[in-house]
């Protein structure tokens, strides 16, 4: 009986060496990864930082009040989020989108692919500096250190002020800032953080809601595109039959 | 109070995983229909299939279906092969709130799924995460 205990014992510890908790490489992102559900405070969390949303300045509050959102509760059929139309979803919106994205890394750069619209973000690892007056770029301008062997640090801006910080319709400026922390704990696992700092928009600092990244070896990463011409073809055959509004019941 | 706590758990899923981007859908229904596939459009963000369905008076309608990207799909199993013209299949779907014949099946609402006349199913657990894993 002991010894089967003993052997018990010994199996669980077995378990807890599994490959996922050797040491975490050393000043590496590489490799595709999956952002994991949170625990989301609202429905205007939707592909969003999450989090508690600051109070909005008056121009953040005139934007908010023009955009249509499909989520949230001011949510409505027939909305106008961008990305309805193809419009590009914009950074940090996108790297809430359910679909893994991957890192690789080159001399210069540490590159984010994502799956939606094939999008590569470039953040410099060369240690330039941000630019003073950014052009307002759909992904901004990003460059990134790494602050000790496990924590890559990425400072940006020069974001266009038309992509929304996630489907609930909130608004950011040109000259939002934003900090993201990819500190990796372990082989599979990066702990995320985020904070936005856009005084033109909002009225303290937006600190996003913590998030996990987990290690994704069998998935890759397709090219997906958002092309006009198909989402039109949606739009006409499903979106706008679903919006209408009829004053019926669902089917049964 | 099993029964409630798994209600609760695909409710509180499907919101945090909906991202299809309309309200239009009941996404606390789960309906099941049987028609004949018309069309399977494999595009990206939304693939569609489009079906002929018998309604109770015998009238054929012609449903259109959202659901996932290639990308989630292929993750959960699918190709663009996956569904044709002529099969028949059973959906478990999440109905248009207007009652038009449009909805939405998807990793956004689980337990949406294909079922085809040999018994086969589709769903969208992405194959590609190990389970196994901590």
Request: glycine share 8%.
């Amino acid at each position: 009986m002991r010894i089967l205990i003993l052997f018990l014992l010994l199996s669980s510890f077995a378990d807890a060496q599994a490959p996922s908790k050797e040491n975490a490489p050393r000043r590496d992102l590489s490799g595709v990864w999956g952002i994991q559900a949170a625990r989301e405070t609202s429905a205007d969390d939707k592909q969003s930082p999450g989090g508690e949303i600051p109070p909005l300045t008056t121009w953040a509050k005139a934007r908010y009040d023009l955009q249509k959102p499909g989520y949230g509760k001011r949510a409505a059929p027939g909305g106008n989020d961008p990305i309805l139309q193809c419009d590009p979803m914009g950074f940090p919106r996108i790297l809430y989108f359910p679909t893994p994205f991957e890192f690789a890394q080159i001399s210069n750069r540490v590159l984010q692919m994502f799956e939606r619209d094939h999008v590569v973000r470039e953040i410099w690892t060369d240690g330039r500096a941000l630019p003073a007056d950014p052009d307002p770029l759909w992904y901004g301008y990003s460059t990134g250190q790494w602050v000790d062997d496990t924590t890559f640090v990425v400072d940006s801006t020069g974001y266009d002020d038309r992509t929304w910080l996630g489907a609930a319709g909130f608004p950011h400026s040109e000259t939002m800032r934003l900090e993201e922390r990819y500190q990796r704990m372990d082989r599979d696992t990066i702990n995320f953080t985020l904070r936005i700092d856009d005084p033109q928009a909002y009225a303290k600092p937006w600190i996003a809601l913590p998030r996990v990244l987990k290690l994704r070896p069998r998935a890759e990463i397709r090219q997906g595109y958002c092309v006009a011409s198909e989402e039109q073809s949606f739009t006409k055959r499903i979106r706008e039959p679903g919006a209408l509004d009829t004053g019926a019941a669902p089917r049964k | 109070m099993k029964k409630f706590a798994l209600l609760a758990l695909l409710l509180s899923t499907a919101v945090l995983f909906a991202h299809h981007g309309n309200t239009a859908y009941d996404e606390t229904a789960r309906v099941r229909i049987k028609g004949t596939v018309t069309e399977f459009i494999w595009t990206n963000p939304h693939s569609q299939i489009y079906l002929d369905v018998k309604d109770s008076s015998g009238k054929v309608v012609n449903w259109g279906v959202e659901t996932n990207s290639p990308g989630i799909l292929t993750r959960a199993g699918w190709t663009r092969r996956s569904i044709k013209a002529g099969d028949e299949v059973t959906l478990i779907l999440c109905p248009a709130k207007n009652g038009q014949p449009v909805a939405y099946i998807g990793s956004g609402d689980p337990g949406t799924k294909v079922i085809f006349a040999d018994g086969r199913e589709l769903d969208f657990t992405d194959k590609t995460i190990d389970k196994t894993a901590p």
